[in-house]
């Protein structure tokens, strides 16, 4: 049997409303936790991050490297954990970087664990390339990379990689942790799999020189159950949503929905809304209430949006069970913020996607690479500043749902149930990957 630490600053983002509870607690909410012992380790005080913040959900990408910060001061938690627990696997992301390296000090494994794809890992490339003064300036990151030995077209645009300038530490960069984070582990792990990314796990393996296990795509199988929640408030709300879904056309509704952390300028929300109106069709746009440029509630949506729209769209504001709306019937494409776990969860169900990157960490290569899998299409936006017009996104909207032209986008998409939706495929990639744990040696201690 095998102890476990996972540390990370989890980005929660699930079908649930506990955004009241500390992450610890959010997790002891959860159906899974009793197979898990929690510890908690407080996050240290950093001056700039506020007090009660835990997770980059919680805080505008301008504070999110004084979270970072905070991770590195819990350096001697950790460590003193690791040495008094009996724990024999550590689990991390690249935001702890020095935690492989004190775990093979203390003698105990370490897996990097990487939440994204193998394309995103493979774009970013060896540990050498990213700790080198090459990859120096947003400019730095428009190309695909020379290392790259497939056909890609993956690759940030400029205005989505000096986005990300302003979550990166300016101590330690998001590269320099990603390096040390995957040069001292044992082995990489990814949330995907070689029947879906056959080249980019190939060429990690090559760049990495250290075994590659992918995790699988850890498709969700029905929507999630937590404990200690009012399960009635979620089927109140279920209940209102379904009715209006019971109202339209199969594969006609149009689900929108940008996650949890991010947040476009009103200006961009009020264009987006604009092309959403003129598309003509049926949708559910789920809002949460994050603030955008400080403005919360009525001011996201352009004035009589929603008196316009109220015979074919739904505005829902807050929470909403996410997956239940992608398994309905009438529900035929996702326009999404392209973060990872969402278009896992719209392709488990075949749902074609309409690709609005949130440029955010992985959002844009996933937009990207969705785009030349040919499983939904992106919106045409400029290079440099992310403008768009409303006339583009209506006309893709259209093009992607409903126009000939999208028949084979909508096939392609569908045909991806069978790998993301596939349980059976799923589970193998996560046994294969908990057999290395179990028959990886215990290394001695340094």
């Given at each position: 049997?095998?102890?476990?630490?996972?540390?990370?600053?989890?980005?929660?983002?699930?079908?649930?409303?506990?955004?009241?509870?500390?992450?610890?607690?959010?997790?002891?909410?959860?159906?899974?936790?009793?197979?898990?012992?929690?510890?908690?380790?407080?996050?240290?005080?950093?001056?700039?991050?506020?007090?009660?913040?835990?997770?980059?959900?919680?805080?505008?990408?301008?504070?999110?490297?004084?979270?970072?910060?905070?991770?590195?001061?819990?350096?001697?938690?950790?460590?003193?954990?690791?040495?008094?627990?009996?724990?024999?696997?550590?689990?991390?992301?690249?935001?702890?970087?020095?935690?492989?390296?004190?775990?093979?000090?203390?003698?105990?494994?370490?897996?990097?664990?990487?939440?994204?794809?193998?394309?995103?890992?493979?774009?970013?490339?060896?540990?050498?390339?990213?700790?080198?003064?090459?990859?120096?300036?947003?400019?730095?990151?428009?190309?695909?990379?020379?290392?790259?030995?497939?056909?890609?077209?993956?690759?940030?645009?400029?205005?989505?990689?000096?986005?990300?300038?302003?979550?990166?530490?300016?101590?330690?960069?998001?590269?320099?942790?990603?390096?040390?984070?995957?040069?001292?582990?044992?082995?990489?792990?990814?949330?995907?799999?070689?029947?879906?990314?056959?080249?980019?796990?190939?060429?990690?393996?090559?760049?990495?020189?250290?075994?590659?296990?992918?995790?699988?795509?850890?498709?969700?199988?029905?929507?999630?159950?937590?404990?200690?929640?009012?399960?009635?408030?979620?089927?109140?709300?279920?209940?209102?949503?379904?009715?209006?879904?019971?109202?339209?056309?199969?594969?006609?509704?149009?689900?929108?929905?940008?996650?949890?952390?991010?947040?476009?300028?009103?200006?961009?929300?009020?264009?987006?809304?604009?092309?959403?109106?003129?598309?003509?069709?049926?949708?559910?746009?789920?809002?949460?209430?994050?603030?955008?440029?400080?403005?919360?509630?009525?001011?996201?949506?352009?004035?009589?949006?929603?008196?316009?729209?109220?015979?074919?769209g739904l505005v829902w504001r807050g929470w909403a069970p996410q997956l239940k709306i992608?398994?309905?019937?009438?529900?035929?494409?996702?326009?999404?913020?392209c973060g990872w776990s969402s278009v896992v969860e719209a392709l488990r169900f075949g749902?074609?996607?309409?690709?609005?990157?949130?440029?955010?960490?992985?959002?844009?290569?996933?937009?990207?690479?969705?785009?030349?899998?040919?499983?939904?299409?992106?919106?045409?936006?400029?290079?440099?500043?992310?403008?768009?017009?409303?006339?583009?996104?209506?006309?893709?909207?259209?093009?992607?749902?409903?126009?000939?032209?999208?028949?084979?986008?909508?096939?392609?998409?569908?045909?991806?149930?069978?790998?993301?939706?596939?349980?059976?495929?799923?589970?193998?990639?996560?046994?294969?990957?908990?057999?290395?744990?179990?028959?990886?040696?215990?290394?001695?201690?340094?």
């Open positions: 049997m095998h102890a476990w630490l996972h540390v990370r600053p989890d980005t929660y983002n699930s079908d649930t409303e506990l955004q009241d509870l500390s992450i610890i607690n959010r997790f002891r909410s959860s159906s899974f936790s009793p197979l898990i012992d929690f510890i908690e380790l407080p996050l240290p005080a950093v001056d700039g991050l506020p007090e009660s913040a835990e997770s980059t959900s919680e805080l505008p990408i301008n504070k999110v490297p004084y979270l970072k910060k905070a991770y590195d001061l819990l350096k001697p938690s950790v460590t003193h954990f690791i040495q008094h627990s009996g724990v024999n696997w550590v689990v991390h992301d690249v935001i702890c970087y020095w935690l492989p390296r004190v775990a093979t000090q203390l003698g105990v494994n370490s897996v990097f664990f990487s939440v994204t794809n193998a394309t995103t890992l493979a774009f970013f490339g060896p540990p050498s390339e990213l700790l080198s003064d090459k990859l120096r300036r947003p400019e730095d990151f428009t190309v695909v990379p020379e290392w790259v030995d497939y056909p890609s077209n993956v690759a940030f645009k400029l205005h989505e990689m000096v986005s990300h300038w302003d979550c990166m530490d300016d101590e330690v960069s998001d590269f320099q942790r990603a390096a040390r984070a995957i040069q001292d582990c044992n082995f990489v792990t990814m949330r995907s799999c070689t029947e879906f990314e056959s080249d980019a796990v190939s060429l990690l393996k090559k760049i990495y020189d250290k075994p590659i296990v992918p995790q699988g795509l850890l498709p969700p199988d029905s929507a999630p159950h937590q404990h200690g929640v009012a399960d009635d408030r979620w089927d109140e709300k279920w209940e209102v949503l379904r009715e209006w879904l019971e109202n339209k056309k199969p594969n006609s509704v149009v689900y929108i929905a940008f996650g949890t952390e991010v947040t476009p300028s009103q200006e961009l929300m009020h264009e987006l809304a604009h092309g959403i109106e003129k598309s003509g069709l049926p949708f559910i746009w789920v809002v949460n209430n994050r603030p955008l440029e400080g403005v919360l509630g009525a001011d996201i949506i352009p004035p009589g949006f929603q008196t316009r729209v109220e015979d074919r992608l398994d309905h019937a009438s529900v035929g494409g996702f326009l999404t913020h749902l074609v996607l309409i690709l609005f990157s949130g440029a955010y960490s992985d959002q844009p290569l996933n937009a990207r690479l969705m785009h030349d899998k040919r499983v939904g299409l992106e919106i045409p936006r400029d290079e440099r500043d992310g403008s768009f017009t409303s006339d583009s996104v209506a006309e893709l909207i259209r093009r992607v749902m409903v126009e000939k032209e999208g028949e084979s986008i909508r096939s392609n998409a569908w045909a991806m149930k069978e790998i993301f939706g596939n349980v059976e495929l799923n589970k193998q990639c996560f046994d294969e990957f908990s057999r290395v744990l179990e028959t990886w040696p215990i290394p001695p201690s340094q």
